[in-house]
């Protein structure tokens, strides 16, 4: 099967036009990538905090991080249903990823908070971009999808600040 070919085969049918939904599908495809990398490092952290407040750090990250987890195939399918391809491997998603990974054999707890707060906040960005690019396509399902998804990052960030205050 030549390239053609297999374009053709994945083509899924849309009344979007072509062009537009392939900024879409790069904005999503990054997002995606960055939901990954998030997701990992948060599972990262949860395996590996430590102290005071393990109990409720541990919690915390495990639901955070099956947060995450839950909305990449919903990402991925909206991907595929607007005619585009989706990501493929752990490389791809390193090639696309805007994350930063972690790979410190150890981070204080509060450390670890912080930077997953601050890494949901850019995920928050990222969703925003998909939102202007579903909007500038005529992609209602996605630009109101994005929206939810976008609740629940902002909402993860929330968290973390707290579970962080001192005092």
């Known amino acids: 099967m030549t390239m053609a070919d297999t374009n053709a085969a994945l083509r899924t049918p849309t009344d979007l036009n072509r062009n537009d939904t392939k900024s879409v599908a790069d904005a999503l495809n990054s997002a995606l990538a960055d939901c990954f990398a998030l997701y990992f490092k948060t599972k990262n952290f949860h395996w590996h905090v430590s102290g005071p ?5 541990h919690l915390l990250l495990d639901d955070q991080a099956a947060q995450i987890y839950g909305i990449t195939d919903a990402i991925a399918e909206r991907v595929r249903k607007t005619g585009n391809i989706t990501l493929r491997s752990i490389g791809d998603i390193a090639r696309r990823q805007t994350l930063t990974d972690n790979d410190a054999d ?3 707890p509060g450390d670890m908070l912080a930077e997953l707060r601050e890494d949901n906040l850019k995920l928050v960005e990222s969703f925003r971009t998909v939102k202007q690019a579903a909007e500038d396509a005529g992609d209602n399902a996605t630009s109101g999808i994005v929206d939810e998804w976008t609740d629940q990052a902002e909402e993860r960030a ?3 600040f707290e579970a962080s205050r001192k005092g």
């Open 106 to 108: 150890y981070v204080a």
């Open 158 to 160: 929330w968290f973390l």
């Open 53 to 57: 407040h393990f109990r409720d750090y």
